[in-house]
């Protein structure tokens, strides 16, 4: 209990010191779809992903402590691996299946935590969700919680250079209706709400 007092503390001062000038000042951020969220129960937050930035520009915008999945070589990069730590961020290793990082996952759930997943697994050149995996689907079932679908739109486009000058992106994140758990585990099941919140985000971004 008090463990996750102070990660909620840190949560919000990293979120308020470092991610708000980055996501309202830099990137001009806006939200879309606030309503959207769930106010108290803890859900399972699916986005596309096409930036490092991503998980803790939309921890910060979507006002909840959501923790991430995120891939082991991340905790290692000076700066960032600070923050998605400090964010509740918890590693996975890629091309394994670590039960570990499952268990971490439906714990936090039970405790009334909202975790994020990134559907493709990974980052995505044209910022879209193009192969979807499964386990979002899964971890909703196996804690019936709800799934959200969120679009970070342009994130994969950060920052353009123009004759060597930056110029950065317009960041706006919409958020889709709540989806509801799969009614099993069986694969036509997990795979009918995998590609239903495939074509939520994927149409949010258009």
Same mark, same amino acid.
């Given at each position: 209990m008090k463990n996750d007092i102070i990660q909620k503390l840190i949560y919000q001062l990293v979120s308020k010191l470092f991610v708000f000038p980055i996501y309202k000042f830099i990137f001009k951020g806006q939200l879309i779809g606030r309503d959207n969220i769930p106010e108290k129960e803890s859900f399972i937050m699916v986005s596309n992903h096409g930036s490092l930035l991503d998980p803790?520009?939309?921890?910060h915008a979507l006002?909840?402590? $959501?923790? !991430?999945?995120?891939?082991?070589?991340?905790?290692? $990069?000076? !700066?960032?691996?600070?923050v998605i730590k400090a964010c509740g961020a918890y590693p996975v290793r890629r091309g394994i299946a670590d039960k570990n990082t499952i268990k971490i996952a439906c714990k936090k759930l039970s405790n009334n935590?909202?975790?994020?997943i990134f559907i493709d697994g990974t980052r995505q050149k044209n910022g879209r969700v193009n192969k979807p995996k499964q386990g979002a689907?899964?971890?909703?079932f196996k804690n019936q919680k709800l799934l959200l679908p969120v679009a970070i739109v342009n994130s994969h486009r950060l920052i353009r250079f123009r004759f060597f000058f930056p110029f950065f992106s317009k960041i706006v994140i919409k958020i889709g209706k709540p989806v509801q758990p799969p009614q099993s585990s069986s694969r036509d099941d997990l795979h009918s709400v995998t590609m239903h919140?495939?074509?939520?985000?994927n149409n949010l971004i258009s």
């Open positions: 803790p520009l939309l921890g006002g909840r402590n $959501i923790s !991430f999945m995120a891939k082991a070589e991340l905790f290692e $990069i000076p !700066f960032l691996g600070f935590n909202c975790i994020g689907a899964l971890l909703a919140l495939q074509d939520q985000i």
